[in-house]
């Protein structure tokens, strides 16, 4: 008897996740370059820096990864604690 295999989806190939990433990194890089062509209102000087806002992700995701995984330590329960 032959085993039936379910049809691959999109992100199952390793050769679409490549490309998709590569895609994302062009769109990153453009959105950089963009800052520099686009007029921006600016309200704090500190927005003159160049890349500000793609800086200011980049460290704001950073922190957020590693604030949790600090509270992972005194969040973190048992795999059967609704079992109980």
Not at 20 to 29: E, Q, R, S, T
Not at 46 to 57: K, L, Q, R, T, V
Request: hydrophobic fraction near 50%; charge should be negative; include cysteine.
């Amino acid at each position: 008897m032959a085993e039936q295999h379910e049809p691959q989806g999109f992100f199952d190939k390793p050769e679409n996740i490549s490309k998709m990433l590569k895609v994302f990194y062009v769109v990153c890089a453009l959105l950089v370059v963009a800052d520099f062509i686009v007029h921006r209102h600016i309200y704090h000087s500190w927005e003159n820096i160049p890349a500000f806002y793609a800086i200011y992700g980049f460290v704001g995701c950073s922190l957020l990864v590693f604030i949790a995984k600090w509270m992972r330590t005194f969040l973190m329960r048992e795999e059967d604690y609704y079992d109980k």
